[in-house]
């Protein structure tokens, strides 16, 4: 059985509780668990969560109070389990940030199913953002390859990518030419060669940058290139 993901399950519920982790710990989950959403906020800060099952009406700390509070600093995907029904207790769940909503009594199975389908869907959000490099304005998919300016693409040919690739994921380091060249190009640099300053220069302009600019790429005259760590 491959172990999966940590699921939270809150709920003041003793026996709603134990039938929850039983039944996912059969799944292959790592299972926490408690009954008050206080006690649920504390095991977030302290144990690494990938979902959470959350009861709506609780002791303390009720499930839309404490939802309130994790937002305010995670993104945790939570699932409301309630015996309410109607569309306002709905609207007001999806609100206060929750991610899906199932009433009680519920099918185990479709609340497994629903799990699974979160739990895919935050993990293919945590990829693509782990795959995002950042300069300022700019974003650089290196999972796709492509690289947007204010949220419009802007094309580059294979080698100006590479360069600004390079620089961006090794922020605050100086490249010289000659190390570019013999990086990107794999051969021996030659003096006087200026293939790298052109496939910059043009980088600079499909940027909207320049060398007294420097906004993005800046040139550390006589030895190089690089893109400041504070951008």
């Not at 999966?4 to 996912?24: A, G, H, S, T």
């Not at 199932?102 to 699974?116: A, G």
């Not at 945590?126 to 690289?147: M, P, R, S, Y």
Request: charged share 30%; proline share 2%.
């Amino acid at each position: 059985m491959v172990v999966k993901e940590n699921i939270l399950i809150i709920d003041d519920d003793k026996d709603i509780r134990e039938m929850l982790v039983n039944y996912f710990s059969k799944e292959g989950y790592i299972m926490q668990a408690a009954c008050n959403g206080e006690d649920g906020l504390q095991i977030v800060k302290s144990k690494p969560i990938s979902l959470i099952l959350l009861d709506v009406m609780m002791p303390k700390m009720d499930g839309y109070t404490m939802l309130i509070k994790l937002r305010e600093f995670s993104s945790i995907p939570v699932i409301l389990l309630t015996a309410k029904d109607q569309q306002i207790d709905k609207i007001k769940g999806f609100i206060d940030g929750c991610d899906d909503y199932i009433v009680k009594p519920f099918d185990f199975t479709e609340l497994s199913l629903r799990v699974m389908a979160i739990l895919r869907r935050s993990n293919v959000s945590h990829a693509v953002k782990n795959h995002i490099l950042k300069v300022k304005d700019i974003e650089i998919n290196t999972l796709e390859h492509t690289v947007k300016k204010d949220n419009i693409e802007v094309i580059l040919t294979p080698k100006e990518y590479e360069i600004l690739y390079t620089l961006a994921s090794n922020k605050g380091r100086v490249y010289s030419t000659k190390m570019l060249y013999e990086m990107l190009w794999k051969d021996t640099f030659m003096e006087n060669d200026n293939t790298v300053t052109m496939h910059v220069k043009n980088l600079r302009n499909k940027l909207g940058d320049s060398v007294k600019k420097g906004k993005y790429i800046k040139t550390i005259w006589g030895v190089g290139y690089k893109i400041e760590n504070d951008i």
